[in-house]
């Protein structure tokens, strides 16, 4: 038996995410599975399990209809998965709007059962209050500011935030509200190049683009939007693989080959063993 003890490997932290404001540049995906987030996990610092789950899991056609349950299951799979990365739930709508004893209990909720090390809320008008709650009682928040996805129906549609004065003056004293709350990081969705910029340079704590250019301290995007799986993807993703036509070809020949009898072939069946000779 060897006697070299195997290091645990070590998982990445909410202060040293926190530490990479201005530094090297943090890379954030969303992951919902086990075996996902294994694969994404050498690669990744941070995992968000993502309410967008709701839209590339499980065929909804927004985050809103999306349960606390989802996401602590979903949450659990990925801790399986993952071992290094800082694993990061996003709080469903309707979960910690209520009052900041409500999002505390449902925070402890998430975090008890999955084991996950943060939560994110997207930062309306009552949300540095409780982020500001949260944290104080040992819970780590991430903001979400600019296009907040959870408040489709009041928008009604998914469109690019801050292009006028007075909604860009909004969203970054969001900003600022939600980073002096005590958020360790900030993600900022659909907003233009210099609103991105202008909130980074505003606010002491890594903001995290989608849709917000190269001058945040990360970008993260949805997984199954940058892997392919979709026809239609927003204008900020870049498509680094097009799994969706490799499933359609692999479930097209597996359909082939059983209806020609081409699969199972011998190698793939099983056999009774022949009687030992004595």
């Given at each position: 038996?060897?006697?070299?003890?195997?290091?645990?490997?070590?998982?990445?932290?909410?202060?040293?995410?926190?530490?990479?404001?201005?530094?090297?540049?943090?890379?954030?995906?969303?992951?919902?599975?086990?075996?996902?987030?294994?694969?994404?996990?050498?690669?990744?610092?941070?995992?968000?399990?993502?309410?967008?789950?709701?839209m590339a899991v499980h065929g909804l056609t927004s985050t809103?209809?999306?349960?606390?349950?989802?996401?602590?299951?979903?949450?659990?799979?990925?801790?399986?998965?993952?071992?290094?990365?800082l694993v990061v739930i996003d709080m469903p709508f309707g979960?910690?709007?209520?009052?900041?004893?409500?999002?505390?209990?449902?925070?402890?909720?998430?975090?008890?059962?999955?084991?996950?090390?943060?939560?994110?809320?997207?930062?309306?008008?009552?949300?540095?209050?409780?982020?500001?709650?949260?944290?104080?009682?040992?819970?780590?928040?991430?903001?979400?500011?600019?296009?907040?996805?959870?408040?489709?129906?009041?928008?009604?549609?998914?469109?690019?935030?801050?292009?006028?004065?007075?909604?860009?003056?909004?969203?970054?004293?969001?900003?600022?509200?939600?980073?002096?709350?005590?958020?360790?990081?900030?993600?900022?969705?659909?907003?233009?190049?210099?609103?991105?910029?202008?909130?980074?340079?505003?606010?002491?704590?890594?903001?995290?683009?989608?849709?917000?250019?190269a001058a945040c301290d990360g970008q993260v995007l949805v997984?199954?939007?940058?892997?392919?799986?979709?026809?239609?993807?927003?204008?900020?993703?870049?498509?680094?693989?097009?799994?969706?036509?490799?499933?359609?070809?692999?479930?097209?020949?597996?359909?082939?080959?059983?209806?020609?009898?081409?699969?199972?072939?011998?190698?793939?069946?099983?056999?009774?063993?022949?009687?030992?000779?004595?």
């Amino acid at each position: 038996m060897s006697s070299q003890v195997q290091t645990p490997i070590k998982r990445i932290t909410v202060p040293e995410i926190r530490a990479r404001k201005g530094g090297e540049p943090i890379v954030v995906l969303t992951a919902y599975d086990a075996p996902t987030a294994a694969l994404m996990d050498a690669h990744c610092d941070v995992l968000l399990v993502g309410d967008s789950v709701g839209m590339a899991v499980h065929g909804l056609t927004s985050t809103v209809g999306v349960t606390l349950e989802m996401m602590i299951l979903h949450g659990q799979a990925v801790m399986r998965g993952a071992k290094r990365a800082l694993v990061v739930i996003d709080m469903p709508f309707g979960s910690y709007e209520a009052g900041v004893e409500t999002a505390y209990a449902n925070a402890v909720r998430v975090m008890k059962e999955t084991g996950a090390q943060a939560i994110k809320v997207e930062s309306g008008p009552a949300a540095p209050a409780t982020i500001d709650y949260l944290v104080k009682r040992g819970i780590p928040v991430m903001g979400h500011v600019g296009l907040l996805p959870q408040s489709i129906n009041i928008d009604g549609t998914f469109k690019a935030k801050g292009r006028e004065e007075g909604e860009r003056a909004r969203i970054l004293q969001s900003a600022r509200d939600t980073a002096d709350a005590g958020a360790f990081a900030v993600v900022i969705e659909g907003v233009a190049e210099g609103l991105a910029r202008e909130i980074t340079e505003a606010i002491d704590k890594p903001t995290i683009g989608i849709g917000a250019s190269a001058a945040c301290d990360g970008q993260v995007l949805v997984s199954s939007d940058m892997l392919g799986l979709f026809d239609w993807t927003p204008k900020f993703v870049r498509k680094y693989a097009d799994l969706r036509g490799v499933i359609d070809q692999a479930v097209a020949t597996y359909a082939d080959d059983v209806r020609a009898r081409r699969f199972p072939a011998e190698v793939e069946t099983y056999f009774s063993k022949k009687p030992v000779s004595t």
